[in-house]
């Protein structure tokens, strides 16, 4: 197992930075390995200590077992200055979860009592091997590994967030789909009872909260199910128990508590396309060229941040991941499909 232990050497650059956590060009330039579709992994470890500051979670028994057994080695984002990992605070804070409240802070007050214990996900639709699993048993079988990735919400603000999870194409081929299977469709938990944003007479979508990717996009190396980050399990206000994580696409295509995934033969709508086609699209791939109608897509407020250093910086094409990722977008038109 690659469990580095840090050195006090390796730390100085964390002395001015808010957290111990921190990327450095070294961690990203050191022996860099391919995988799959080009993707770079960086050659450092970072250990679990790394997350000293870090809230101890209430994880069941198997998934601190899974937790403890990741692969530390992170797919990290480039710049050593930009992207600096958010402060937990920050992360687990200021959230966008509306079945909790549609204010940021709304899902760190409200979530904390969701029952994530026992979980189950129905995987159904075009598969031979379909079901209902529980979460233990949809996890089992894959190594947990790190992943450090920008999140970029389509409202322009951004973090660094390190996720712990399972790639989602594991999941899919142990499903064995069919040959009609063309899409990916997720659906988030229905419950009003423990839900009050799905209690609101006020709310805008229509539960539950759906996502879907074409079987590529969902069968890339990138593509995510996490089932903890910061080195611990999901806050609930994050999706917890599972939620996923689709690092070139903007945020809400990155559906919390996953309580279905079934392959499908036709593009899903998903909730924000329904409610606003022409701001919302199903690909929604963070593209600093094609404008929000309602602002721009060219910059955006990476947290934390504050009055004084508003620190806006340049929004990337696939939110920085294009080298990986533009080929599934070859001979699409990016402005038609946003
Ligand atoms: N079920 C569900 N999933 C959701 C959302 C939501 O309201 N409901 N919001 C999305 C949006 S808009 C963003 S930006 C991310 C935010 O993830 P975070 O709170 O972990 O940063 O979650 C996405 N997943
Ligand atoms: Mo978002």
Not at 64 to 76: G, S
Not at 119 to 142: I, Q, T
Not at 209 to 217: A, H, K, P, S, T
């Amino acid at each position: 197992m690659l469990i580095k232990i840090a050195r006090p050497g390796d730390l100085h650059e964390s002395d001015v930075t808010p957290e111990s956590i921190y990327l450095s060009r070294r961690r990203f330039m050191g022996g860099m390995v391919g995988l799959g579709a080009g993707l770079a992994l960086s050659g450092q470890t970072r250990a679990a200590s790394d997350y000293a500051d870090v809230p101890e979670g209430d994880a069941p028994a198997w998934l601190k077992e899974k937790i403890d057994a990741t692969r530390w080695q992170a797919v990290t984002p480039s710049d050593p200055e930009q992207d600096r990992v958010a402060p937990f605070d920050d992360a687990s804070g200021y959230n966008n979860f509306y079945e909790f409240g549609s204010g940021k802070s709304d899902p760190a007050r409200h979530a904390g009592s969701l029952e994530t214990q026992p979980w189950s996900v129905v995987v159904d639709g075009e598969v031979n091997n379909g079901g209902r699993l529980a979460l233990e048993d949809l996890a089992r079988p894959s190594q947990f590994e790190e992943r450090i990735y920008r999140l970029r919400c389509v409202e322009a603000w951004s973090m660094v967030i390190p996720w712990l999870g399972i790639p989602l194409a594991e999941v899919i081929r142990r499903a064995e789909p069919t040959s009609k299977a063309r899409y990916v469709r997720f659906e988030t938990l229905v419950d009003p009872e423990q839900m009050p944003g799905q209690r609101s007479s006020f709310a805008l979508i229509d539960w539950p909260y759906v996502e879907g990717l074409r079987l590529d996009e969902a069968m890339h190396p990138l593509t995510l199910l996490a089932l903890g980050m910061y080195g611990r399990e999901l806050p609930n206000q994050n999706g917890a128990p599972l939620r996923l994580v689709v690092p070139w696409k903007y945020g809400f295509k990155s559906i919390k508590s996953i309580v279905r995934i079934s392959l499908v033969a036709e593009q899903p709508v998903n909730s924000w396309q329904r409610i606003a086609p022409d701001e919302y699209g199903f690909y929604a791939n963070v593209n600093p060229e094609v404008d929000h109608p309602r602002w721009s897509q060219a910059t955006e407020r990476r947290l934390p941040n504050s009055l004084f250093n508003p620190n806006t910086i340049d929004t990337r094409m696939f939110n920085g991941y294009a080298d990986d990722v533009a080929g599934l977008y070859a001979g699409l038109d990016l402005r038609k499909h946003y």
